[in-house]
C-alpha cells in the first residue's frame, strides 16, 4: 500500500527534498522549518492515502494555504514543495500505485483555491445561542473571567448542559481557532483561552459518579490526538445519563482499548478524533475488534468527522454525530439496538 510505504519512509522521501532547498537557502533555521513541514505534509498525504480520501488531502492543502497566506509567505510555495515531493517520488519508480500519490498532489494543487472546508463544517450548527457565544468570547479575550462564568451559570437556567457545551463552549473554541489561524490571536492567547475553558466546564458540570445501570459506554481518542475538550464533554453527558464510563482520554493506545475489552463489558465505545492523521487507527481499531468478535459497537465524532460526514461509514463505525447535543442520542440508540 503506498500510504503505509509513505508513512513508513517519510524521512527518506522528505531528504531528498530537502536536497533541492539546500542549494538555495543557506540558513539552516529556514532548512529546519521546511523539513518539519515536508514531514508534516507527507505525513498527511499519506493518511489521505491511507483512507483513500483525496478530498482530505485537497482540504489539508487549503487550511495550510490559508495558514501561511496569515504568515506572508506566498502560495507558490506550497506548489513547489509540492512539486518537489513529486519529483522526489520518481525515485523510487519501482513502487505500486505511485501514480495514485502525483493525482492526489495535483488535486490538492488544482483545488486549494475553494473556500476551507472547515467553513462547510461550521455550517453544520445552525446555532440558536449565536450572540451569547459571541460575548462570552468577547468577555474571556477581555480577561473578564469572571462575568463569563457568570454568564454561563445565568444561561444554564435556561438552556441544558449539552446546549451550552455545543452552542457556547464549542462555538467559542472554533472562534479562537480561526483567531489563532489567521494569527489574529497568538499561540499564549489560545492556551489561556483553552485552560479557562476546561476550568470552567468543570465548575457547569455537575458531578456524576452513579453507575447505576448496567451499559458501560467507553471514552476515548486513540492515536496521537491531544484535543480532548470535546470527548470529555461527551464523557461528562454519559455520566449525566447515569451509564456507567470508562474515560480512557487522549492518545489512548488501540492494544490498550482490546485489552480492556477482555475485562469489562463495554457496550458502546465512543471515540472523537480532530486531526485526520488518527482515523487510521480507529479504522484498525475497528478491525480489530472484528477480528475478536468483540460484541461492541463504535461510535465516532469529532472535527475530523465533521469535515467529511460520510468518513465514518468509510471505516467501517456503527454511527456518527456532529455534536454533544446529538450525542446521547445516538448512544441510547445504540444501547437499545
Ligand atoms: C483547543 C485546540 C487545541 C488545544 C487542545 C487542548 C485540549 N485539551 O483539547 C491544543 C493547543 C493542545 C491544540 C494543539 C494542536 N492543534 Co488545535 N485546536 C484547538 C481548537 C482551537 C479547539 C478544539 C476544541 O476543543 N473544540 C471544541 C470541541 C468541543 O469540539 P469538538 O472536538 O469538535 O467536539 C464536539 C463535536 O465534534 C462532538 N464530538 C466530539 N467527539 C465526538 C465523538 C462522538 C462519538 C460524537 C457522537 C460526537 C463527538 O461533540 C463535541 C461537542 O459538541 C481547534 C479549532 C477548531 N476549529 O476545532 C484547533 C485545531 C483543531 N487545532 C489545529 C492544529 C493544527 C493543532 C496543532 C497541530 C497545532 C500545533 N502546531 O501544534 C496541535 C495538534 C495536537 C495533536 N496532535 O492532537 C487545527 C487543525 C487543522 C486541521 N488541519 O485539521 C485547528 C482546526 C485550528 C485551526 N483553525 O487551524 N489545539
Given at each position: ?95 505500486d500505485n505511485l501514480s495514485i500519490c502525483y493525482d492526489y498532489i495535483d488535486l490538492a494543487i488544482k483545488g486549494m483555491h475553494s473556500p476551507s472546508k472547515d467553513h ?59 483567531l489563532w489561524q489567521q494569527r489574529i490571536i497568538s499561540v499564549a492567547q489560545e492556551h489561556a483561552f483553552v485552560a479557562f475553558t476546561e476550568e470552567i ?137
Amino acid at each position: 500500500m503506498i500510504g503505509q510505504w509513505l508513512l513508513n519512509n517519510n524521512h527518506k522521501v522528505s531528504e531528498l527534498i530537502m536536497m533541492c532547498y539546500a542549494d538555495n537557502t543557506d540558513s539552516i533555521e529556514i532548512l529546519n522549518k521546511i523539513r518539519e513541514d515536508t514531514n508534516h505534509h507527507l505525513k498527511f498525504l499519506a493518511h489521505a492515502l491511507l483512507l483513500k480520501r483525496p478530498n482530505a488531502f485537497i482540504n489539508y492543502t487549503k487550511w495550510l494555504r490559508e495558514i501561511l497566506i496569515h504568515l506572508n509567505f506566498k502560495e507558490q510555495s506550497i506548489i513547489n514543495n509540492y512539486e518537489y515531493i513529486k519529483d522526489a517520488l520518481t525515485s523510487f519508480h519501482s513502487l505500486d500505485n505511485l501514480s495514485i500519490c502525483y493525482d492526489y498532489i495535483d488535486l490538492a494543487i488544482k483545488g486549494m483555491h475553494s473556500p476551507s472546508k472547515d467553513h462547510d463544517s461550521k455550517r453544520l450548527f445552525i446555532n440558536p445561542l449565536k450572540e451569547e457565544s459571541r460575548l462570552y468570547t468577547e468577555l474571556l479575550m477581555n480577561n473578564k473571567k469572571s462575568e463569563a462564568f457568570e454568564l454561563l451559570k445565568y444561561l444554564l437556567h435556561d438552556y441544558s448542559l449539552e446546549s451550552l457545551y455545543t452552542n457556547v463552549l464549542q462555538e467559542s473554541l472554533y472562534t479562537v481557532g480561526d483567531l489563532w489561524q489567521q494569527r489574529i490571536i497568538s499561540v499564549a492567547q489560545e492556551h489561556a483561552f483553552v485552560a479557562f475553558t476546561e476550568e470552567i466546564m468543570a465548575y457547569i458540570t455537575p458531578l456524576t459518579l452513579s453507575n447505576e445501570t448496567v451499559s458501560t459506554v467507553m471514552t476515548c481518542s486513540v492515536g496521537l490526538e491531544t484535543h480532548d475538550i470535546g470527548i470529555r464533554m461527551i464523557a461528562n453527558l454519559i455520566r449525566k445519563s447515569n451509564y456507567n464510563n470508562i474515560h480512557l482520554g487522549a492518545n489512548t493506545p488501540i492494544q490498550a482499548i482490546l485489552d480492556i475489552l477482555d475485562q469489562e463489558h463495554v457496550e458502546v465505545i465512543v471515540i472523537s478524533t480532530t486531526m485526520l492523521e488518527n482515523v487510521y487507527d480507529i479504522k484498525r481499531l475497528i478491525e480489530g475488534l472484528k477480528a475478536k468478535n468483540a460484541n461492541v459497537k463504535v461510535l465516532v465524532g469529532g472535527h475530523a468527522f465533521n469535515q467529511d460526514p460520510s468518513l465514518w461509514e468509510h471505516i467501517g463505525a456503527d454511527g456518527y454525530s456532529k455534536d454533544a447535543i446529538s450525542a446521547l442520542d445516538l448512544i441510547h440508540q445504540h444501547l437499545s439496538a
